[in-house]
């Protein structure tokens, strides 16, 4: 059972967290969460979750969606949403915090969309 894997880089002072895999009960979410305080303390807050290789994500992958988010509002940043497989939107439909995230499907839009 695999966990999750993050690659970050930098498009245009956004960084993009490319993740793929598992985001999960354990690893998976503690992976999310340090990747996302990581980049704040660095003062980098403009992030991407491009979420198009993720497989699965529970309840407790969606918690640290939705603390990341709210983590990166509170310091001043953004944090979005980036290429939602079907999976992980109907989730986020039936939990009803698709409207809280700000979600793309489109990166250079979706980079376009951050607050400068």
């Known amino acids: ?9 930098q498009v245009d002072g956004v960084t993009i967290l ?10 998976g979410s503690v992976q999310l969460r340090d990747a996302v305080r990581d980049l704040l303390a660095k ?4 992030i991407l979750l491009n979420l198009g290789d ?3 994500i529970d309840s407790s992958g969606i918690g640290e969606l939705v603390s990341a988010f709210t ?6 940043g953004e944090l979005k949403l980036l290429n939602l497989t079907r999976k992980v939107h109907d989730l986020l439909q039936i939990t009803k915090l ?13 980079i376009g969309a951050f607050k400068k």
């Open 18 to 27: 490319d993740m793929s895999g598992r985001i999960t009960l354990g690893e």
């Open 98 to 110: 698709y409207t809280v995230f700000d979600v793309k499907d489109d990166e250079a839009s979706a």
């Open 54 to 56: 993720v497989t699965y």
């Open 71 to 76: 983590t990166a509002k509170n310091q001043g």
């Open 1 to 9: 059972m695999s966990s999750v894997k993050i690659s970050t880089r």
């Open 43 to 46: 003062s980098q807050k403009h």
